[in-house]
């Protein structure tokens, strides 16, 4: 029984990390894009299509930023929960 519920939630985080990558992968690439909209518009003097592709540059990099410091969080909390797992265990032997 425990082993299923192991097997299901390995499962889990890995569709769940497949997720993040597909994620991470489109932002960089909207990024790129970005920063070729801008590079168009102002080649052709389209300020309407520089600046779709500044928007569109600075709110994928900002997702990108966003994902990056919510993965520092999860392995400091990860981290964190071990250190305290630990300590709980090494007082419990202690006893």
């Given at each position: ?39 168009l ?31 520092i ?23």
């Open positions: 029984m425990e082993s299923t519920l192991v097997d299901k939630r390995s499962q889990i985080t890995k569709v769940n990390n497949a997720t993040s990558l597909i994620e991470l992968l489109a932002a960089i690439i909207l990024c790129i894009f970005g920063m070729f909209l801008a590079e518009g102002n080649e052709i003097n389209s300020p309407i299509i520089y600046w779709s592709g500044i928007v569109a540059s600075i709110s994928a990099a900002g997702y990108i930023t966003m994902k990056f410091l919510t993965a969080m999860g392995f400091i909390n990860t981290y964190l929960d071990l250190k305290e797992r630990t300590q709980r265990k090494t007082s419990k032997t202690n006893q």
